[in-house]
């Protein structure tokens, strides 16, 4: 089963800062990934998927996310937050197509502050 | 829009009791899952199924059963609550490589 490791819990941060959540994940063949976001009291969003092709990937909300196989890293980032980002984020592996289960890191909660 | 629904947002169940959690899809995905959400420990995969009667254990299993008799409802079960088993149920169906959730159930056992 692959492992997932989301390096922050708790990530506070002003708004119009930037923002990096750092994930890590143990595999030696080829995965997708993806990063999920949970608004309070809601279930989770797909924010982007990495799944072949370029290892930048954008995604909703102004988010985006750099897959780096040899450091098997899928870090997001954002560079200016608003309040509505305040949330939690969860990064997510599956090992390919034929793989219909996903393995969830424990999250980050963003907390951004005026 | 992919819509998935769960038939409660808010439950409280006492020790022992049957509990059944439904989760209802309407854009005819063949995968659905369930999953337990705590905090510190991310999302936990209970069960899933890959199609209509079909299911397979995930990583917790234990405690917990389900049911799938048609494409679009797929039902975690209970079968004697423990307070152990207080947490965020979420369930989730899938296509093209991206899992749709629910609003997720939170379910306290006293």
């Known amino acids: 089963a692959q492992s997932v490791t989301q390096l922050d819990s708790q990530v506070p941060v002003f708004e119009e800062a930037p923002v990096e959540l750092r994930c890590n994940y143990s595999?030696?063949?080829?995965?997708?990934l993806f990063w999920y976001v949970q608004y309070p009291n809601q279930g989770l969003q797909l924010l982007l998927k990495?799944?072949?092709?370029?290892?930048l990937v954008k995604g909703i909300n102004g988010f985006e996310a750099e897959f780096n196989k040899s450091q098997t890293s899928f870090h997001l980032r954002k560079p200016s937050v608003h309040i509505s980002d305040t949330a939690e984020y969860f990064c997510?592996?599956?090992?390919?197509?034929?793989?219909?289960?996903?393995?969830f890191g424990a999250g980050t909660t963003v907390t951004v502050r005026a | 829009d992919v819509k998935v629904t769960q038939s409660s947002r808010y439950l409280v169940k006492r020790t022992g009791e049957k509990v059944f959690l439904e989760c209802v899809q309407d854009m005819d995905h063949e995968n659905m899952f369930w999953y337990r959400q705590d905090p510190g420990l991310g999302l936990r995969l209970i069960y899933f199924s890959y199609d209509v009667k079909m299911k397979e254990k995930g990583d917790i299993p234990e405690g917990y059963s389900v049911s799938r008799e048609k494409k679009e409802r797929f039902s975690l079960i209970l079968e004697s609550a423990s307070t152990n088993q207080t947490s965020m149920y979420l369930c989730a169906s899938r296509t093209d490589n991206e899992q749709f959730f629910g609003p997720g159930t939170r379910l306290t056992v006293l």
């Open positions: 990495y799944l072949s092709g370029s290892t």
């Open positions: 595999s030696s063949v080829s995965v997708y």
């Open positions: 997510a592996v599956s090992q390919g197509s034929n793989d219909y289960k996903l393995s």
